[in-house]
């Protein structure tokens, strides 16, 4: 691939400190875009908002609890005690919070397509989880076995790790394997919102006046011409200078030749890429500042649409991926990974009062387990037991009950 780009590579010459955009293209995998930007992962977050969808999905995935439970005979439990319990809740390695390791994956999804995390064991089990870099590393099918390698970069050691060894979690991906980044869909918007700041940031940097030709009565030398330039950006250039009155003497005119911003539709170009951009981040604008369309109304709709259709399936994904791979050994079976989704899909105090309500008024709930809930400490072994009101009653004890109550009434004088 790389010879290939070498033979169809144009003649212009190109060096490291000013490379052609052909030389860039070479090494960079077709970063650069029809306006001229080169939009890479990493130059990615200089876009306020890029930064914001990315760190907005993060957050909603990093502050889930990722919690270890077991089937039993009665039902499920929670198991605690397991070492990838540990990992998962207190330090999945020695450097990383568990809000940051959810994080930092997330973020790698959005920006690179593929997070990928080391599973470091020995003879006694998980021991560690690690994130690997995901633009340094590959994977590689083997043609014999039919397996995945993957070679990468740890603690500044390349190495070589097999299937078991590896939790791979793809975003949106064409082959199940290799997950396709935001980026790479939004790179000419994105190279479009680039190129609008600088022009923005080029446009204050010149006192806000735009490009223009200065036209004299007689022919100047090119040391005249340098001269009157330099004075007229001297004169009219930075912010400082902005809205400062010029005078152009000797018969000199000046003309502008640039279009103004209103005719450039600035404000309607960067409203409608921050819109697209938050589409293919599946993030309601609301979310991040845009609030042309948003009333109170809606919004709480659009939140609890943001996580079931944006959060909960990259969540089913994680559950499904760490589950397979961290729980491999016979005494982990029906052990499996749930997300803590009630403070995601939470309502408010009078809304959560009446599901309350309803719950420890069918029996489902116990007085603790609404107290556990609320991250409240319960009020004894009393508050475990679970009521139901007495003007309800089990469906096969309905004709037992109309019968005995009959007879009663029969037998009244």
Avoid at 41 to 59: E, G, P
Avoid at 141 to 148: P, R, S, W
Avoid at 303 to 328: A, H, N, R, T
Avoid at 380 to 392: F, K, M, Y
């Amino acid at each position: 691939m790389l010879f290939n780009k070498l033979l169809n590579a144009k003649n212009d010459s190109s060096s490291l400190i000013n490379p052609a955009d052909w030389f860039i293209n070479l090494f960079s995998g077709n970063t650069l875009t029809s306006s001229g930007e080169t939009i890479t992962s990493i130059t990615s977050l200089n876009i306020a908002t890029v930064y914001a969808c990315i760190d907005v999905k993060a957050n909603a995935i990093a502050k889930l609890p990722m919690q270890v439970f077991k089937t039993t005979p009665t039902g499920r439990e929670r198991d605690r005690a397991h070492q990838v319990a540990y990992l998962l809740e207190t330090r999945p390695n020695e450097f990383t919070t568990p809000f940051n390791f959810k994080h930092t994956i997330a973020v790698h999804q959005n920006l690179w397509g593929t997070a990928y995390i080391y599973i470091e064991s020995d003879r006694k089990g998980v021991k560690a989880l690690w994130l690997l870099p995901p633009d340094g590393t590959s994977e590689y099918l083997d043609i014999e076995t039919g397996l995945y390698t993957y070679i990468t970069t740890f603690k500044n050691q390349t190495l070589r790790l097999q299937e078991s060894e590896i939790i791979k979690l793809p975003y949106l991906s064409l082959n199940g394997v290799k997950g396709k980044s935001p980026i790479q869909v939004a790179r000419e918007t994105l190279g479009v919102m680039q190129a609008t700041n600088k022009f923005i940031g080029g446009f204050y940097k010149n006192g806000t006046s735009t490009k223009g030709v200065i036209t004299t009565p007689a022919q100047l030398g090119a040391a005249a011409k340098d001269l009157v330039r330099a004075e007229w950006q001297k004169a009219n250039g930075g912010v400082d200078n902005a809205g400062g009155v010029s005078v152009v003497d000797a018969g000199m005119t000046y003309t502008s030749i640039s279009m103004p911003l209103a005719d450039a539709e600035f404000i309607a170009t960067n409203k409608f890429n921050v819109g697209e951009i938050a589409k293919i981040f599946n993030v309601p604008p609301h979310k991040i500042g845009e609030l042309a369309n948003a009333t109170f109304s809606n919004i709480e709709q659009q939140s609890m649409d943001f996580i079931q259709d944006c959060i909960q399936p990259s969540v089913v994904c994680w559950e499904e991926e760490f589950g397979y791979k961290l729980f491999v050994t016979p005494k982990d079976k029906g052990h499996y990974i749930k997300f803590d989704m009630d403070n995601a899909m939470r309502a408010d105090s009078a809304g959560r009062a009446a599901y309350y309500t309803a719950m420890t008024g069918i029996g489902a709930f116990s007085i603790n387990d609404v107290l556990e809930l609320e991250d409240k400490d319960s009020i004894g072994p009393e508050g475990d037991a679970h009521r139901v009101d007495l003007n309800h009653v089990s469906a096969s004890l309905v004709d037992e009950y109309q019968m005995s109550k009959a007879n009663s009434t029969t037998k009244t004088p």
